[in-house]
């Protein structure tokens, strides 16, 4: 089973608007880490918010919201006020404390397009 | 400060031929992972270095990648008998620790290409 999901292969969204990318995860830990990053065509893997499993409110980060259900499993990521600029891939990725070197697992990514 | 660096950006070979993929991580971190990133996929593991060791080596796919880092800063990853399959981009990453809230940050990564 894939331990992360990401069912949007693209989204389109208005500038200005805001944005939800899916991302479920699979694990039978407690403990785990929820990641999502950025990825521009240049290519770098940029961070943008953390969720960790025994926080208790949704993370955030300026324009990045992390929308965490634990009971389904789910760490949607919520972009608000659309800019150009966030045209890119977005991966989701999860830490778990059952494997022993906690390596980040990755999502297959949702590409993402902002309309002027 | 300066971020994790890969060098050579890009990288053509032929079948058959050997590869080294240089990663510089940002100074500090004890922790640096080589991913494999083929198009229109998320990044795949390779392998996890705790300073100079090589603590998780499971997501190698065969004994012709081999990686170092003997300093426990540098790290090089190896390709023997490179085959067309292994046209990739190569993800490097460093994390300043290894918690469950450590986020990783990446180079711009090596592109690939065996023909």
């Known amino acids: 089973a894939q331990k992360i999901t990401q069912t949007q292969p693209g989204m389109f969204v208005q500038e200005k608007e805001a944005v939800t990318l899916d991302c479920t995860y699979d694990t039978s830990d407690q403990s785990y880490g929820l990641f999502w990053y950025k990825q521009p065509s240049s290519g770098e893997m940029i961070f943008l918010i953390y969720?960790?499993?025994?926080?208790?409110q949704n993370a955030t980060e300026g324009r990045y919201s992390l929308n965490f259900q634990k009971a389904r499993k789910s760490a949607n990521l919520v972009i608000s006020a659309s800019q150009l600029g966030d045209s890119a891939m977005y991966f989701c990725?999860?830490?778990?404390?059952?494997?022993?070197?906690?390596?980040?697992?990755f999502g297959r990514g949702t590409s993402l397009i902002v309309h002027p | 400060g300066a971020g994790v660096s890969q060098t050579p950006s890009n990288k053509v070979t032929e079948k058959g031929k050997y590869v080294e993929l240089r990663c510089d991580p940002i100074s500090g971190h004890t922790a640096l992972y080589w991913y494999r990133q083929s198009l229109g996929q998320g990044p795949e593991f390779l392998i996890y270095?705790?300073?100079?060791?090589?603590?998780?080596d499971s997501g190698l796919p065969n004994d012709r990648f081999f990686a170092v880092r003997p300093e426990g800063s540098v790290s090089t990853l190896k390709i023997q008998r490179t085959e067309r399959g292994d046209s990739a981009v190569y993800l490097c990453?460093?994390?300043?620790?290894?918690?469950?809230?450590?986020?990783?940050?990446f180079g711009n990564g090596t592109r690939l290409t065996v023909t």
């Open positions: 969720q960790g499993s025994y926080d208790e």
């Open positions: 270095f705790q300073g100079t060791g090589a603590a998780d």
């Open positions: 990725a999860m830490r778990e404390g059952n494997r022993g070197s906690y390596i980040p697992t």
């Open positions: 990453a460093s994390s300043l620790g290894q918690g469950l809230n450590s986020p990783l940050h």
